[in-house]
């Protein structure tokens, strides 16, 4: 899992932030061009900013939300649970941690306990980048691949140390109002009560059993019926509840020195990897520096290889004479986190 955040925590409002920018100085609407009646004779007046011209190439449209707080996520119940966050009196990085622990549960097709968190967080004064990804386990060596093309995409030699759960207990003790415990509470819920699968998950989902054949542990926890659950099916997963809950009430050391990091290092012995206790209770998340680039009138930071992967694509694009108003919305501008 990456997930990018752009908090913004001054006088606790917004949060989360994934910006498209695209323009158009003004246009007819397209259905009408296209022959659809429902945007005959309907002029198109354009929405825009001193910054943005919002131009949508598609019949079917989304306009800007406008609102002093605002929650960004790729499933609703996540966004909601962002905004459960605010309600109560919460900062933005318990809206921003509140959505990305529930999207764990809502769509686990994206994201899981298991993966990484990468973070760049404004707090009024002073930009700080957070990289709580992974090491390879310690006893991993390039040998182990001398007869291999590539690392395999399944199974433990894939696997690093997962680093979100660091990264919560990082980003919450450094800037949350709220407890740990109080941010898992809408993921607790939904995994535990069950929640209702969105068209876009179960049809990611319904990959699931070709790409996991073998793993019975996954069958198990993701195809409690024997298949993937269909969209507007509900699904449970209560054992997901209990692990949450145990990484919220011990401020994750469970994960990485308690019981759960006992089961990791079982299923990885059990299964032939090289994931040790120890591996998991050296993992340190790690508040690092931001590099920066200019784009015309935009900033953009990022840390490590990624952010310098961005500072290129920008020289490119300014050579070009390229400016923000000839981004469309299929081509997002996304900043990158990760370790130097």
């Known amino acids: 899992m990456q997930m990018m955040l752009h908090s913004l925590l001054c006088d606790g409002s917004v949060v989360e932030r994934r910006r498209c920018l695209s323009s158009t100085s003004g246009h007819i609407d397209q259905r009408a061009e296209a022959g659809d009646p429902r ?42 649970a962002g905004l459960r966050m605010l309600l109560a009196g919460g900062n933005a990085m318990d809206a921003a941690l509140a959505a990305a622990i529930t999207l764990t549960v809502v769509e686990p097709t994206s994201n899981g306990i298991g993966g990484d968190l990468f973070a760049i967080v404004w707090d009024g004064t002073e930009l700080s980048g957070l990289n709580a990804s992974g090491r390879s386990p310690a006893a991993l060596t390039p040998e182990r691949f001398h007869d291999r093309s590539s690392i395999p995409s399944c199974g433990w030699d894939a696997v690093t140390v997962p680093g979100a759960v660091s990264g919560w207990v990082e980003l919450s003790r450094r800037f949350s109002r709220f407890s740990l415990e109080r941010l898992v509470a809408p993921a607790v819920s939904y995994a535990r009560d069950g929640f209702l699968v969105g068209a876009i998950t179960a049809d990611n989902w319904s990959m699931a059993p070709e790409m996991y054949a073998g793993f019975d542990d996954f069958a198990r926890g993701f195809l409690p019926k024997g298949r993937p659950p269909t969209a507007g099916e509900l699904f449970r997963f209560p054992d997901q509840a209990t692990t949450l809950e145990s990484i919220a009430s011990s401020g994750g050391e469970s994960f990485y020195r308690g019981d759960l990091a006992q089961a990791i290092v079982a299923d990885a012995r059990r299964n032939g990897g090289l994931m040790t206790e120890q591996d998991l209770a050296d993992h340190t998340a790690d508040w690092v520096g931001t590099i920066s680039t200019g784009y015309h009138d935009v900033r953009d930071d990022g840390t490590g290889q990624p952010a310098s992967l961005q500072r290129s694509l920008s020289e490119r694009s300014m050579a070009r004479n390229e400016t923000p108003k000839t981004f469309r919305l299929r081509s997002p501008s996304v900043v990158f986190v990760r370790r130097p």
Request: net charge positive; hydrophobic share 35%; charged share 10%.
């Open 39 to 80: 945007g005959a004779g309907r002029p198109k007046h354009p929405v825009t900013s001193s910054l943005v011209n919002y131009e949508f190439p598609y019949s079917s449209q989304r306009m800007p939300v406008m609102a002093r707080n605002l929650v960004a996520t790729s499933q609703p119940l996540a966004a909601q």
